[in-house]
Every structure is written in C-alpha cells, then in structure tokens.
C-alpha cells in the first residue's frame, strides 16, 4: 500500500521471480562498485607524488592538420540530402 496525500494505492508485484530484473539489478550493482573502485583508485593516484602530468607545452607540438568535410556527407548529416 502506498500513502499520497490525497489517496491510498495498493500495488501488487505481478512476477516475483524475474529473471531479467535480478540479473539488471545484478549487473548495475556490479558497475557502480566497479565506478566507485576507480574512482577511488584515481583519486588516491592523483594524491601520490606519482600523478604529476604538464601538458601546458606539450599541445603546442601537436598537429591537428585540416579538417575536411565532404559536402555530400555534411548535407547528408543536416537532411538535405535523404541517404539512399
């Protein structure tokens, strides 16, 4: 039974035994425990002397070249064209 301000609803579980449900709910436990060790571990990494990165120089030597865009794949992507 749910309490709103307002009315009462009563819910009722029509599968108890799903199979997909547990194994999502499973899953998504194991990612957030998995997010939660990296993230840990990168923050402890980032306290360590080992963690000192300058990049400040070094994207002054990199060569990002041109960019190109083909006309046809530009009108393509905004719906002027309709791809075949």
């Known amino acids: 039974m749910i309490e709103q ?6 819910a009722v ?3 108890n035994n ?3 449900a547990y194994d999502t709910a499973i899953e998504n436990a194991i990612t957030t425990k998995k997010d ?3 993230n840990d571990k990168l923050k402890d990494l980032k306290k360590s002397d080992d963690y000192k990165v300058d990049i ?3 994207w002054k030597k990199v060569d990002f070249g041109k ?3 083909d006309r046809d794949e530009f ?7 309709k791809k075949k």
């Open 5 to 10: 301000e307002d009315a009462y609803y009563i």
């Open 13 to 15: 579980m029509k599968d």
């Open 18 to 20: 799903s199979k997909d």
């Open 36 to 38: 939660e060790k990296y």
């Open 56 to 58: 400040s120089d070094d």
């Open 67 to 69: 960019l190109v865009i």
């Open 75 to 81: 009108d393509k992507a905004e719906g002027k064209i």
